[in-house]
């Protein structure tokens, strides 16, 4: 059944792009969407690796990598809520079932699979360093978010506090002038009292 299982493999594959495609076009996108695609994305994809090495042991090198992306993955989410993936997820993603369909055929020669075993390995590894680079990005850009709120709330305080300093100044020189004021009129009433004295 190598034909019809390559064509079924071929077309699952396939969904992987036309759902979220389908899901932006028709607005009915959503955060669980968006993470039950990853999740379905890889049980499909390990499920395939795990049948595939017992026709072509060597794509077993794929495994590894792919269960470390998910990790990522879910570490993401746990931290930062965040679910979006790449292009160059989507690549390796395209890249690994064609490898994963090539495992099937059992007269190809070996060469090829393990070319295309090493170029799926060199491409997971550069997504699982772009992912953790971008959920560390992520994650410092919600410290941030986190940070701003209190930033504005010093400011506020800072601002208070500069204008209660202002009007204790303006106080201080009101009373400053009352007491000269006070002074003065005391200065003019002691004259008057000099004066009918004499």
Partial sequence: NLIPGLVVGALLASTDFFDGK?????????????????????I????LLLTG??????????LVPEIAISL????AFINNKNTNSSLIGKIKTWLLSIN?????????????????????????????????????????????????????EEKTEEKVLSKAQKMRNQKIELLKYE???????????KQKILKKDK
């Fill in 44 to 47: 499909f994809a390990i499920t």
């Fill in 72 to 75: 990522t993955n879910a570490k």
């Fill in 22 to 42: 389908l899901a932006r076009k028709w607005h009915v996108e959503s955060e669980f969407g968006t993470l039950l695609d990853q999740i379905v994305d890889k």
């Fill in 100 to 152: 994963i369909l090539l495992s099937f055929i059992p007269n190809l020669k070996m060469i090829y699979k393990i070319i295309s075993v090493s170029l799926t390995f060199t491409l997971q590894t550069a997504t699982f360093f772009n992912y953790t680079k971008k959920n560390k990005t992520q994650k410092i850009n919600q410290k941030i978010t986190t940070l701003e709120p209190i930033i504005e």
């Fill in 53 to 62: 090495a017992s026709l072509n042991p060597i794509i077993l090198a794929n």
């Fill in 179 to 189: 007491k000269e004021l006070l002074l003065e009129q005391n200065k003019k009433c």
